[in-house]
């Protein structure tokens, strides 16, 4: 069972536990010891885990942290539980944050249990961020941030590889949240960014309150004219008659509800990589470009649904790879990511024969 599937079962779980979770022990017991173990730590072994390590601040001695998860004998992520019913707030946060200015760790989680809020100290050097770089909801599975804690698994684990992704998460997710925003209700800021460039008059408060309304609405279809373009371009690329492909583009259409319902996981991003990096003897990687779908990951040429390389469709227990010869889909299974490379002559000419029709 990969890290995924643990966490999916971890969350398909939780809300029939839920109801019994009244204590901070009970949180720890049926909620955080499980993801600790989902990321393929010991709980039991002192030589991976320390309940109620002790970190020492200032004057205070003998002040623990819930967890801390050691490498090496040093703690490398410190996590600080508080019960499923508690909201996480400043308070607890900063308790944390006393914690992690005194020990080595680069990281820290704040949890209920429910919610895991991952810190580190982007901003100034040992000194926890107010901010964290990546939060997993358990009750709202998505395995699109569910796939970062890929690096934080025993046998992954890198500071280096995941304080090189964590500044860009911290500002992803904080912009996604902000255009969320202002899709439901545009601020006058963003009112008036946008009216500006296309109005000659003066922006008085009633110009403002009208063109609210207006860029909502532009907002909205611009998002919307988006989403049904990708996704006639996925029906286009289905149409080739195939009964298996049909599947794929019902999938599309399901996408429209529940978020998109694209879950690109960090196996499909190593996949991207391998095949880039065996064409680009024939081609200049930056022309090989990936899109996700339900069913499966697909890399195009030129971002062409018409001149697809390969599919990678690694979302379920047995991994296969699509190859495509001409007017053929050939589906081969792998055992892992490495697999791909066995079929680089077969991308090649996928590639070449793309070329030679341009």
């Known amino acids: 069972m990969d890290l995924i599937e643990r966490m999916r079962e971890i969350s398909n779980q939780a809300p029939r536990q839920l109801e019994y979770i009244k204590t901070e022990e009970a949180t720890k017991n049926a909620f955080v010891m499980p993801f600790i173990q989902a990321l393929g730590y010991n709980v039991?072994?002192?030589m991976e885990v320390v309940p109620e390590f002790t970190a020492d601040i200032g004057t205070k001695k003998n002040e623990k942290v819930d967890y801390a998860i050691i490498q090496d004998g040093k703690p490398i992520?410190?996590?600080?539980?508080k019960s499923a019913t508690a909201d996480l707030n400043e308070e607890h946060a900063s308790q944390l944050f006393r914690y992690f200015s005194v020990t080595e760790a680069r990281f820290g989680i704040l949890t209920n249990g429910l919610e895991y809020r991952f810190h580190s100290d982007l901003e100034k050097s040992n000194q926890m961020d107010?901010?964290?770089?990546l939060i997993i909801d358990i009750l709202n599975f998505d395995s699109r941030p569910v796939a970062q804690l890929k690096k934080f698994t025993k046998s992954a684990f890198d500071v280096d590889r995941i304080l090189s992704s964590a500044n860009e998460l911290k500002y992803k997710r904080e912009i996604r949240l902000l255009l969320e925003s202002e899709y439901n209700q545009p601020t006058q800021e963003f009112v008036r960014h946008f009216t500006k460039p296309v109005y000659s008059g003066r922006l008085m408060e009633s110009v403002i309150e009208e063109f609210t309304e207006i860029v909502r609405?532009?907002?909205r279809e611009f998002v919307n004219d988006r989403i049904a373009i990708r996704l006639q371009s996925a029906i286009d690329s289905e149409s080739s008659g195939q009964e298996s492909d049909q599947e794929d583009a019902n999938d599309v259409l399901a996408d429209l509800d529940a978020?998109?319902?694209?879950e690109t996981t960090e196996e499909e991003i190593e996949g991207f990589h391998v095949v880039k990096s065996i064409l680009r003897e024939c081609v200049d990687p930056s022309r090989i470009t990936m899109r996700d779908v339900r069913s499966y990951c697909g890399i195009l040429l030129d971002d062409n649904n018409r001149q697809p390389i390969c599919r990678m469709h690694f979302n379920r227990s047995k991994?296969?790879?699509?190859?495509f010869h001409e007017?053929?889909?050939?589906r081969v299974a792998i055992e892992n990511v490495d697999g791909i490379y066995k079929y680089a002559d077969q991308l090649k000419q996928a590639v070449s024969n793309y070329l030679a029709e341009d």
Do not use: T, V
């Open 217 to 219: 609405q532009a907002f």
């Open 130 to 133: 107010e901010k964290p770089f």
């Open 44 to 46: 039991f072994n002192p």
């Open 259 to 262: 978020k998109d319902g694209i």
């Open 77 to 81: 992520i410190l996590i600080e539980a």
């Open 327 to 330: 007017p053929k889909e050939e």
């Open 319 to 323: 991994k296969y790879l699509s190859l």
